[in-house]
């Protein structure tokens, strides 16, 4: 079945944001399949978005996903990593649809309070970096 990584960034943890993202996957009907609070080290932040390391926000990125305690999860469901992406909104706050989270509970771009896996092959990678099989149901 299909899986996808959903991190709430520091923000959202710090926010007491924890019980109502979850509650929006729960309540779609996703599966969770491994969850852990971890401060994530600026090196392992680094390799979470190596693909954005040429952008101009990457180090601030970086050091705020490591800034404290973020909630790292797999959910798993048919087409949970598009519908997924639905949930949680377009990037930038401003932009996404009222409804979902970062339109509902977020406000600018650098504080938008979740990630969330954008394919198949970044599903995969993500939940292989931050997660181990075992930790897995
Ligand atoms: P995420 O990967 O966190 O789920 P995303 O896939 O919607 O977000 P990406 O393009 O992967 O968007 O950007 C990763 C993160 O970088 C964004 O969630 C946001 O916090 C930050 N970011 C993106 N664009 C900007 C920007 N112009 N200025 C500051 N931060 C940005
Ligand atoms: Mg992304």
Redesign the pocket.
């Known amino acids: 079945m299909e899986r996808t990584f959903i991190a709430i960034k520091p923000d959202g943890v710090q926010r007491g944001l924890i019980s109502e993202i979850v509650s929006r996957f729960e309540r779609k009907g996703f599966k969770l399949v491994g969850i852990k609070i971890i401060v994530p080290p600026k090196d392992f932040a680094q390799r979470h978005?190596h693909?954005?390391k040429d952008?101009p926000?990457f180090n601030?990125?970086c050091n705020f996903l490591s800034s404290g305690p973020v909630l790292a999860m797999v959910w798993e469901g048919e087409g949970v990593i598009r519908y997924g992406r639905k949930l949680?909104g377009?990037?930038?706050p401003q932009n996404s649809e009222p409804g979902t989270i970062r339109a509902d509970l977020a406000v600018v771009?650098?504080r938008?309070i979740?990630?969330?896996s954008?394919g198949p092959e970044t599903a995969k990678d993500e939940i292989k970096l931050w997660f181990k099989p075992e930790e897995l149901v």
């Open positions: 978005y693909d954005l952008r926000f601030g990125l949680i377009a990037t930038d771009v650098g938008n979740i990630h969330g954008d």
